[in-house]
């Protein structure tokens, strides 16, 4: 099946067994945003807060968690949540615009992002992290611009979450859900509404509010990407389609074998549209995880923190009592003086560029104006990625043995050994 010319959308991925290469589930995702857009890689410890607290996420603040995990995420530097990210526990989400029959609330609430970051904040299980998620949806419902721009531009959201044991998909029209339960294969989703007949959970008011809207008579199968889905869908979630077909054959095409290797070609594929680049979009982070049904080794995330996953190096990340967050991939900050703060909002543009980004982004000018010795740097940064990958599966196997010491700086190594060679060339 052809899956036509190559729409600008995010994708997520996950194979679990006996879809994927050994007793692992793999999960994968590309960030596509603004094609300027810098995403950084920031961790934050566990952390106990004061009973009755607030949080403040990217517009509004809302009731914060007694206790919230560890986290490390990938996310557009000027907003509070994350495209996608893991926690501590081994849970790993990512979500995707959508668009429905229910209309985007006006005014400022909660992010697609920023839910991301609240469901590994507080869940310790894929489902855990969907009741987060589907009750803030349900108490704050979304809203607020999605990107850094005066113009408006919002959406609903759609989730991929997955843990060491299963994976769910979360699907969303404004403050109503479907939820689908995956425990074996391979399962993607893009900027569309993939959940079916196939719900596990839903929103108690899901069907009732179809019917008062006249979506559905009530008799018969009901099929929530059917009910929920647009009648005339922006250009985009109808391009996804094509996308999404794409990134599925990709995934059948390996079903039984995924590998972490598997999953990287996956978010590097051209062909597809899986790694865009295309108008004023394109692939501005990556991230990929292993996560170990055996409980007793650690999960490891590799995440790009650069654009354009083809030309990129993925870096492992693991969760240990040492780690703080790497200086190279953080961008600025400016505090009450951030256009994202000061309203009206957006009225002025700040430099959001951390280390890794600048030297990265020279590097791709001598790739692009050197043909020649573009493909010696292409060559060197997969050998860096290579020498990382093949650590982390001895690791795995049990072939050697964790230090702590040591897995604490993995990331922070990787990242100084990458900034160097770039200032190197």
Known sequence: MSCGV???????????PPGSDGEHVIFGKNSD?????????????????????????TYISIEQAESTHAVILSRPAWLWGAEMGANEHGVCIGNEAVWTKVPVEEGEALLGMDLVRLGLERGCTAKEALDVIAGLVERHGQGGNCREEATPFSYHNTFLLADRAEAWVLETAGRVWAAQRVTAGVKNISNQLTIGQEISTEHPELRSLARAEGWWSGEGGFSFSEVYAPVNPPARMEAAKRRYCGGKELLSKHNGSVSLGTMLEILRDKASGI??????????????SILPRDPTLPCVHFFTATPDPSRSVFKPFLFVDQMTSVPQVVSPRFGADDPVKKLPRFQSTVDRRHELYRAHQ???????????????????MRDLERQGIDDIAEMLKGGVAVDAEEVADLFFDCVDTEIKFYQSL
Do not use: I
């Open 6 to 16: 190559p729409p600008r959308s995010c994708d997520c991925f996950v194979a679990l």
């Open 33 to 57: 945003r603004p094609r300027d857009e810098v995403q950084e890689v920031v961790y934050y410890p566990a952390a106990a807060h004061e009973p009755g607290s607030k949080v403040e996420c």
């Open 275 to 288: 790694c865009m680049d295309s108008g004023g979009f394109r692939t501005t982070a990556s991230m990929a």
């Open 362 to 380: 020279n590097a791709l000018e001598t790739m692009e104006s050197e043909p020649g010795r573009g493909l010696e740097l292409h060559q060197t």
